[in-house]
């Protein structure tokens, strides 16, 4: 039972976040997880000027993923960051190019979820969620949010992402906010949900 987790990440936020999807998935008896990234975008420049060039070398050994990458799977977590409460370009481009996918219906009944982060609390946290999710019944996937039986989401104790649609982070508008343990808790929560799920699917 394969288990996907494809990102897009600028500064190390979203990445950290696979990991821990990753480590939860991991969890579950006879999962195979892989961690893919989208292809960047934005040139060298402005990835320099940014400070993004250097934070990205932390995650640079991750393969690159191509829409082929998808068919085998049985379960795909999108780590998708928000730009204006919506999908980032990146992960737009790379699911713009899956329409031969579609066509054949490759991803239908595959297992779809997907995890987030934002600079501000309130800065598309859910919504960036909704929109991609969108996209991931269009292609025919089951989607798999985060029940309220994972109760980190509810926590009214610190600052801190997550709601039932999918793990989160906040960032801070400098980026200088990492995940925190709580967020980390509940992405590994969301891995190892998706990966039970996707092995009972399996077996029918």
């Not at 969108?134 to 104790?157: A, D, N």
């Not at 995940?179 to 092995?199: C, Y």
Request: hydrophobic letters at 40%; a negative charge; glycine letters at 10%.
């Amino acid at each position: 039972m394969k288990v996907k987790i494809v990102f897009y990440s600028m500064y190390g936020h979203i990445y950290r976040m696979a990991e821990a999807e990753a480590e939860g998935a991991r969890e579950v008896a006879g999962a195979e997880v892989e961690l893919l990234q989208v292809a960047e975008l934005m040139p060298d420049e402005v990835l320099e000027k940014s400070g993004a060039k250097q934070a990205r070398q932390a995650f640079g050994h991750v393969p690159i993923a191509k829409p082929e990458d998808l068919v085998d799977a049985d379960a795909i977590i999108f780590g998708i960051p928000a730009r204006f409460g919506n999908m980032c370009a990146q992960m737009r481009n790379f699911l713009d190019q899956t329409g031969e996918l579609w066509a054949q219906g490759s991803l239908i009944g595959k297992v779809g979820s997907v995890f987030t982060s934002t600079a501000t609390q309130h800065g598309g946290q859910e919504t960036t969620i909704i929109c991609s999710i969108i996209t991931l019944m269009h292609q025919g996937m089951v989607i798999v949010g985060m029940p309220y039986s994972e109760k980190r989401q509810m926590t009214l104790e610190e600052i801190a992402g997550g709601s039932p649609y999918g793990a989160s982070t906040i960032t801070g508008g400098d980026g200088s906010r990492m995940p925190s343990d709580n967020e980390l808790a509940m992405a590994r929560f969301q891995g190892r949900h998706v990966a039970t799920i996707a092995k009972k699917l399996a077996a029918k």
